[in-house]
């Protein structure tokens, strides 16, 4: 039985910004969640979006409906919740709060069974997950500066044995013509991809469309926004590198519709947002249903980093053949202490490989200690109130 859920909002002001097409990064701000059952255990979930209010949607409506429920119905558990607010939060940041809950139910009922998420996720296929280095975020540099510093940031995860790499594109048209240029021309080996944080139009997705695929780019992230989804339709017949999107996408039934539009070859759904790691299983059957890959979204801790390993350790490849080129999962390399420096039990990438943790839940641990240095606010709602 639940016997309380505690929440911990936490922040660390970066050195140094880092920004995308849309803004610049100054915090980094984080939400973790902890389940504890009656026998002692926690489970451990983390939340994906502004961290004080989706904090707030735990503590005063989701948590008072969960003490007293057992750990184990995390399918009951997620409907209950659901239908708790369908009427007001069927998208958005309450559905943030459910996915990370949903995780830390995962993480417990894990522990409760002795088995790894992966294997409530239906079963690990691979030990280990190759991974892509997400980083080239832009600083505030003059451009012909900027170019460089991306170069190098770039050339120092391929010397730590990545072989993909994800650059950010959506600064300008130019520079983000000669940024997809000098990529490719300094790393001709090296899996390449581009994520424009949904900057462009449709005539300027097509454009830089154009030059990703000439420049043999492995997909094209995010070009339009996430609102009109017809468009990406529009944008595949004009171009042939491939479109990943979803990471601003909730639910099965969020996905149904994307996917339903044509044009998206990569749906990227977080575990931290989309509905967590029971809604994500439903949005990888739905995008079999249509011979797509999951790629998941990953940012913030390594709550978040382990599920989506598991994840990828469960996932089966379409359309399925004896040698698959294996998913890519995922790896934020931008400066985060609180991923880096927070947790007792952490994951390992060695060489651009991620290792699935074997232990029981999802593998990681936070550092109670360390946790105390970044916490700005904790709430908790237990069987006692």
Known sequence: MIQSIKTYRLQHELEESFGFSQWHYRTRSALLVEIVDDSGLSGWGECYGPAEVTQSAIASFYAPLLIGWNPLSNEAAWQHCWRGSLDFARKGIM?????????????????????????????????????????????????????????????????????????????????????????????????????????????????????LDEHSFAWFEEPLSPEHTSLFRQL??????????????????????????????????????????????????????????????????QLNLACATHFLASTYVEPGRAEVAEPLLEVDRTANPMRDEMYAVGLEVTEGVMKVP????LGVEPDRAAMERFCVETTEENSAK
């Open 95 to 211: 559905m943030g709060a459910m996915s990370g809950l949903d995780m830390a139910f995962f993480d417990l009922k894990g522990k409760l069974l002795n088995v790894s998420a992966s294997e409530l996720m239906g079963g690990r296929i691979r030990d280990q997950v190759q991974c892509y280095a997400t980083g080239m975020y832009f600083k505030e540099q003059p451009e012909s500066q900027l170019l460089d510093t991306i170069l190098a940031e770039a050339a120092g995860y391929v010397e730590q044995g990545y072989q993909a790499l994800k650059i950010k594109v959506g600064k300008n048209i130019a520079f983000d013509k000669a940024q997809i240029v000098k990529m490719r021309r300094t790393f001709p080996d090296v899996q390449l991809m581009a994520d424009s944080n949904h900057a462009y139009d449709l005539r300027e997705a097509i454009e830089i469309g154009g030059v």
């Open 236 to 301: 595949a017949d004009k171009v042939n590198v491939p479109i990943a999107t979803g990471e601003c996408e909730q639910t099965r039934w969020g996905f149904q519709d994307l996917l339903a539009q044509g044009g998206v070859q990569i749906v990227q759904p977080d575990m931290a947002y989309c509905g967590g790691p029971t809604e994500a299983l439903k949005i990888r059957a739905i995008a079999s249903s249509h011979g797509i890959n999951v790629v998941p979204h990953c940012w913030g801790t």
């Open 358 to 361: 074997s232990a029981a839940g």
